[in-house]
Every structure is written in C-alpha cells, then in structure tokens.
C-alpha cells in the first residue's frame, strides 16, 4: 500500500491487555516509526478485561513509546490496520486493511457477537464485522501465518491478493537464545494450561512419573529461564495462528511437540518434523508419552532435528522487516535516531542545539529514569498520555527510562547514543549496559 509524505497508519488494538495480538500490533507500530512513518495506535475496548480510556497501554507496550489516539483522521491518503476479530471501523475513504492474526477469534467473535443477538434481537443492530460474500472489494488482507492464507484463499480471497505480514518472537528471547546452555538442560516438561490442556491433563494423568512444569503466572524472564532449563515443550492448544510460546520455547533450546490444530497442522507455520506432531484425535496418549521419554534420552538428536524451526525464529525478525517493507512500498529511509544518554541537564541541551542542524540523523530521545517519571516536573518538560517530552521545535525530544532505552535499541529504533565530553567511566557504562557496538556512539567535545 502507497504511503505518501502525510500519510497516518492507525493500528486497532485491543487496550490495556497482553496477549500475541497486541504485541505484534506494537511491534508493527515501533517499525514503521524506524521507517519515518506517521502511525497511532487506536486502542478499543475488549471483552475481558475494563477498559481504561485514560490509559489504555498495557505496562508490556509502554516500552514501545507508540503514540496513540481515540480515533482515526478520514483521508484516502490514510490507513486503518484491523485485527480480523475487530468490528470494521475508519470511516468511509480511509484504506482499510485486515490483518489475519487469529482464525479462530474471527470465528468466535462473529459467534459471540450473533449468539448476544439471538438472545435479544432487538437490543443492538448487527455489527459491522466483515464477511466474505459481498465483501468490501477495497480491504486488502494480510496474513500473519500460513494458516490463515489458506483460510482466507479458502474464503474467495485470491493468492495473489493476500499479504503476509509475520512477526517475531519477543526480543528478550531472542537475545538470549544463544546463551542457552543445552549441556543444563533437565528432564522436565513445560506446558501452558491455557491451550490444550484436556490433552495435558490426560497425559499427566497417564505419567505422574514425568515432571510437569505449567508456565503462569511468570514474568517474561520467568518464562525464559523455565524455557531455557526444560528440555520439552509441549502444546496440544488449537494455535489460531503461529503462537509465540512454540516459537520463543524452540529459541530457548526445547524439543517442540504439538498437536496438529489450526496452525500447527501445516509445515510452513511449524516447520518441525512429523514424528513430533501428534493428532490427539486418532493418536494414542501412550504415543506422546513415548516420544517425551525418547526425547529425555535422545536429547541431543532430538534437538538437531529441529534446527530450521530455530533458524527460522532467529530469523524472523529480519524476515518481518522485510515483510513490512514490502507491505507499505517503503523506498526511503530517514535519518538514525539519536538518544542522549547523559540525562536531563546541561550537557544534553548543549548537545541539542549542536545536533539541531545536522542532517545525518535526528535527535529522539533523552535517557533519564528520573525525569521520565509521572512525578518529575520542570517548566520544560510537557507531559502528554503519559509520556514526558522536552518542550522545543519539532521533532520533540522524548524523556525515557534506560531500561526503554536499551529496549528500544534493541528493536532498532534508536540507532545511535550521543554524549558531549564524556569520561571514560560514562563511555564504559554505555557499552556495557547497552550492549552498544562503537559505531553507534557519537561522542562530541
């Protein structure tokens, strides 16, 4: 889809809720930002959790520094991004695009939504969820998985028409996947009880002698070090699309085994071999069991089977990038945003006014815990949605706490740390906590 030079992309999201939709919204978001690209988040309520109009980022994506707004501008030259379990919505020129995350929530909520009108028809009228026969000509669809091309190729959607759109396991994962130490790997099982788990409960039923390790209530750090010590993951859910558990657990070191549900049932979205995919319908329980013991003392091989599905993921960020690119017809790339790393004070407003006309890159961000707090204030500082800015000419400055810093780094939007005389111990301390190569520190006295 064409952007032009005031072109907007609002992303529809479901506010103050994390799960793998949000998170790839985010995800979305934060890249389009790298490319210069005008883009809000639209954050609607859901059907589980209070909404909270007045802060609708959910903690997990405050990270992402996403800008967001209540409601779209109507332009032709403008793009709404909706997941498929959305109602329709951006108005009547806008460009609208479906995003094909979750089959199933499609199916669910076009359920959900009818059964509440067969219980009272005449409450509310029906809502403007797509359908595929007499569909808008004009909403292009992508796909985040395999999957749901095929469902949506199934549906009347020509091949040539349907975009794929992906995503990537959370960074955290993937920046620890090659500190993952195979030789401390234990004899354990990891599962998640929120899929599949009348399949799991069976099993445990059928193997008490087996050790199994539920994953909930956990941090994301949590979940990774769980990951990383347990030498099988295992998910019998119905993987509405490519889940990112499977995916975050292969780049943890575990053997992967699903079932052959939704997503999992195809070799393009889970591209492990068969003899660690079980159809929990015609398969015998004893099957699994088996396997998980084989796997226990066949680690190792076990293991090397799985290598493209590990490559793929440690790939898949690179791939997504790639995707987005191609999506939007980004030809131009602006100049690296720039952190200053010194904190609220002199030495940043100093280098402010040195970067001012520099056309190689674009001051973004201040680095200091302190002043990116609800508390701080100074006459310039302005705070916008819970966000606090340094008052000057356009772009704003955004104030942010190292840890969002460091992450941002990591996702690519900030591209490069600059500091005005710096000491040794502040140059040592940058590297060290950002991880940061010597080319992306800009140093001036």
């Not at 009880?193 to 099993?203: A, D, I, M, N, S």
């Not at 960020?317 to 191609?326: G, L, M, P, T």
């Not at 001051?363 to 990116?372: M, Y």
């Amino acid at each position: 889809m064409k952007l032009y030079p005031d072109s907007k992309v609002y992303i529809f999201c479901p506010g103050n809720i994390q799960t793998g939709g949000p998170e790839l919204c985010h995800q979305l978001a934060s890249q389009l930002i790298t490319f210069g690209v005008s883009v809000f988040m639209v954050y609607g309520a859901n059907s589980t959790i209070p909404f909270n109009p007045d802060d609708p980022v959910h903690d997990a994506y405050k990270k992402y520094h996403v800008p967001y707004v209540l409601s779209g501008e109507d332009s032709s030259k403008n793009i709404a991004i909706l997941p498929e379990a959305f109602i329709l919505q951006g108005g009547k020129t806008i460009r609208r695009v479906i995003w094909w995350m979750s089959v199933d929530n499609y199916l669910k909520t076009i359920l959900r939504n009818f059964q509440l009108l067969l219980n009272s028809p005449l409450a509310n009228p029906v809502p403007n969820l797509f359908f595929f026969r007499n569909a808008d000509k004009n909403i292009k669809h992508w796909a985040q998985s395999e999957y749901a091309r095929q469902f949506l190729e199934l549906n009347g959607i020509p091949r040539n028409e349907i975009h794929m759109v992906s995503d990537y396991p959370n960074l955290f994962f993937l920046c620890r996947a090659a500190h993952v130490d195979l030789s401390a790997k234990k004899n354990f099982v990891a599962f998640n009880p929120k899929k599949g788990f009348e399949v799991t409960r069976h099993l445990i039923s059928l193997a008490p002698d087996i050790d199994w390790r539920p994953i909930e209530n956990m941090t994301t750090e949590q979940v990774q070090e769980l990951l990383a010590a347990a030498k099988i993951y295992i998910d019998f859910g119905e993987h509405p699309g490519k889940d990112r558990l499977p995916r975050e657990a292969t780049l943890s070191g575990c053997v992967v085994i699903t079932g052959k549900r939704g997503a999992a049932g195809n070799d393009v979205d889970y591209n492990i071999p068969a003899e660690f995919k079980f159809d929990e319908r015609t398969t015998s329980p004893q099957a699994v069991i088996d396997k998980i013991h084989s796997v226990f003392e066949n680690f190792s091989e076990a293991h090397a089977a799985q290598k493209s599905f590990r490559e793929r993921e440690l790939n898949a960020r690179k791939n997504f990038i790639a995707q987005v690119i191609d999506a939007f017809e980004i030809k131009n790339f602006p100049p690296p945003a720039v952190a200053f790393t010194q904190g609220f004070g002199e030495k940043t407003f100093l280098l402010a006014q040195k970067f001012s006309e520099r056309k190689d890159c674009v001051p973004r961000f201040i680095v200091d815990d302190e002043a990116a707090s609800e508390k701080f204030y100074d006459e310039l500082v302005w705070r916008d949605r819970n966000r606090n800015f340094l008052l000057g000419e356009e772009p704003l400055l955004e104030i942010i706490t190292r840890d969002d810093a460091k992450f941002l780094y990591q996702e690519g939007r900030i591209k490069k740390f600059a500091l005005l005389k710096p000491t040794a111990d502040e140059l040592d301390a940058l590297k060290n906590f950002y991880a940061a190569d010597d080319a992306d520190i800009m140093t001036l006295n």
